[in-house]
């Protein structure tokens, strides 16, 4: 373990023999870092805090603060970090509360930018990217590959579907489903994440038929009762469809429409 002499450590963090720690940084007690994981300088780590392998961690990051609810009273509610996470300069990620189910929770393999805030009880899924200044407000799901450009701020309680995309300076106060791209001052969606799905692969014929459920949510004029049921019926022959219907059922906030 490579502990700078300036950095400060609790007897209590436990830390795998591989992770470095940079001048100036603090880690505190019931913090658990797991192997090859790097903490850059100045940052400040506070527990209760799980990360896992492989992580980095840059300069004046602040990882597992306390929430940031007037309800929060101390109670021992946590932070967990997957594996492979770049977490960038000056972020802010906070642990959760009682009322929210006691966990904030990022995946893996995710891409967090500068000045980002991730509030308490939000919950980040793998190989997301959120870019400078992303503000996500407490009880926010962003699903795996969505984008979130830079300075976007997200609602409470809002959904982020699974290779979304929202645009910089989105304000997003209803549920993106999956696939959409959503944009402007007050966000409205703009089509599908085409480029971002062929980069991951999807087939044209895939892409296509998101292409179709997306008119048929959007364009078509249907309720969305029956814009659902359309959805069900396209489902049959493309089950990446039935993530839109998944996803409507899932919404609490309905969804941007």
Not at 1 to 27: C, F, K, N, R
Request: charged share 20%.
């Amino acid at each position: 373990m490579a502990v700078h002499a300036t950095a400060v450590v609790d007897p209590g963090a436990q830390l795998d023999a591989s992770v470095e720690v940079g001048p100036y940084a603090i880690i505190g007690p019931q913090v658990r870092i797991g192997a090859g994981s790097r903490i850059g300088p100045h940052a400040v780590l506070e527990g209760p805090l799980t990360i896992g392998e492989h992580n980095h961690i840059h300069a004046h990051a602040a990882v597992g603060g306390a929430p940031q609810d007037k309800k929060y009273a101390g109670e021992p509610t946590e932070l967990i970090i997957g594996n492979g996470n770049t977490i960038r300069e000056f972020t802010t990620l906070n642990r959760g509360t009682v009322q929210g189910g006691g966990k904030t929770v990022i995946g893996d393999d995710n891409w967090i930018m500068a000045y980002v805030h991730i509030a308490h009880d939000c919950i980040v899924g793998n190989h997301t990217i959120l870019a400078n200044s992303v503000a996500l407000a407490g009880h926010v799901i962003v699903e795996d590959y969505a984008i979130l450009g830079g300075y976007s701020l997200i609602h409470q309680f809002c959904k982020i579907g699974a290779h979304a995309f929202t645009g910089m300076g989105s304000k997003i106060n209803c549920d993106v489903p999956p696939f959409v791209v959503a944009g402007s001052e007050m966000s409205v969606p703009r089509g599908i994440n085409t480029e971002g799905l062929k980069r991951r692969g999807f087939t044209p014929e895939r892409i296509a038929a998101i292409k179709r459920a997306y008119r048929t949510l959007y364009i078509s004029g249907l309720p969305l009762k029956e814009a659902r049921e359309k959805l069900l019926e396209q489902a049959q022959s493309e089950p990446a469809v039935a993530q839109f219907v998944d996803f409507i059922d899932r919404s609490e906030r309905s969804i941007l429409r």
